[in-house]
């Protein structure tokens, strides 16, 4: 889920943002994706060992990233709700460029999970009560699939299918390093590079996303188009607002992501708003201008889908999704 949550927290939230209430998750904006650049540095202050010596702990708070805890409406009483995390391995979750045979790992000391809770009237509650015995709690969610796939060094190719059930509505695409995907210490996980990619597309439903093919030449400035959809997709476009990826950052900083918006209208209009449910073969396709490196590349895709959660009388889950 360590993709989702990056996807997140680098497409939609604006720059003021990530400037400011993300650090309390430990989130800090690199600038570009150096391993010296003032945000790696504000995070490996939070654990440095004080001046006597004594080793530090930083305390966090976000929002647990999935996709029933990201709709709108809360639950109703009585709803039993099960919650496992397991946390990746260190190799993932820390970068120390500079250690030599030094071996560092992350020990969570404490959690714990703070739910906001409403108390209602007698009356309200009653009602709600006697509607359930009409009709279920409906709540709309937009449900997220995330998927990697192995492109192996010297291939100037790929073609390969996402999803096979519905069409989702929106799909997010990056590009990472396979040593940088498994873990490791040295390295970013999080470096989303474009590799020298020619033309990309999404095949859904039949329909080809763009309609009209890209042309791209990232070493000599052609990207414009895909960096543009990109904004757009996300609903930056346009507006007075800024997630905080420029055109530069986007071919070498490391946030090349890549979005396509597969809905009709191509709009996004929140969780609450239900495009034309569609199913099919959802695939991409990929050429790039010089072949794949030595070691691969992993590709990771995340789509995003109308679903429905509802919940009975007797608090029984009826869902198309795995909650």
């Given at each position: 889920m360590a993709y989702k949550s990056i996807f997140d927290y680098e497409l939609t939230y604006p720059q003021t943002v990530k400037n400011s209430y993300l650090s309390a998750a430990g989130y800090y904006d690199d600038g570009d994706m150096g391993l010296n650049g003032v945000g790696f540095e504000n995070r490996r202050l939070l654990f440095a060992p004080s001046a006597d010596g004594t080793q530090r702990s930083a305390q966090f708070m976000a929002k647990l990233d999935v996709d029933i805890c990201n709709q709108p409406r809360y639950l109703v009483n009585q709803c039993e709700v099960d919650i496992e995390l397991l946390p990746h391995d260190s190799n993932f979750l820390i970068v120390a460029p500079g250690a030599t045979n030094h071996k560092y790992h992350l020990e969570v000391l404490a959690c714990k999970l703070y739910i906001k809770k409403i108390e209602l009237m007698d009356s309200l509650a009653f009602d709600i009560a006697k509607k359930l015995e009409l009709?279920?709690?409906?709540?709309?969610?937009?449900?997220?699939?995330?998927?990697?796939?192995?492109?192996?060094?010297?291939?100037?190719?790929?073609?390969?299918?996402?999803?096979m059930d519905q069409v989702p509505r929106r799909v997010v695409l990056g590009m990472v390093k396979n040593s940088d995907f498994v873990g490791s210490q040295k390295t970013q996980p999080?470096?989303?590079?474009?590799?020298?990619?020619?033309?990309?597309?999404?095949?859904?439903?039949?329909?080809?996303?763009?309609?009209s093919p890209y042309s791209l030449d990232f070493p000599n400035g052609k990207y414009v188009r895909i960096y543009h959809d990109m904004q757009e997709a996300i609903g930056y476009a346009g507006t007075l607002d800024s997630n905080g990826i420029s055109m530069q950052r986007f071919s070498t900083g490391g946030f090349c992501l890549l979005v396509f918006n597969l809905t009709n209208s191509q709009e996004d209009n929140g969780p609450e708003t239900f495009d034309l449910i569609k199913n099919g073969t959802t695939s991409v396709k990929m050429s790039f201008n010089?072949?794949?490196?030595?070691?691969?590349?992993?590709?990771?895709?995340?789509?995003?889908?109308?679903?429905?959660?509802?919940l009975d009388r007797n608090r029984t889950i009826t869902s198309d999704i795995s909650v």
């Open positions: 009709k279920p709690a409906r709540y709309p969610m937009r449900k997220t699939s995330l998927k990697s796939l192995f492109i192996s060094e010297s291939r100037a190719e790929f073609n390969a299918n996402l999803w999080f470096n989303f590079q474009h590799f020298n990619l020619r033309d990309i597309s999404i095949n859904a439903g039949g329909v080809n996303y763009p309609a010089e072949p794949i490196p030595q070691g691969g590349v992993v590709l990771i895709a995340m789509g995003e889908v109308d679903s429905l959660l509802m």
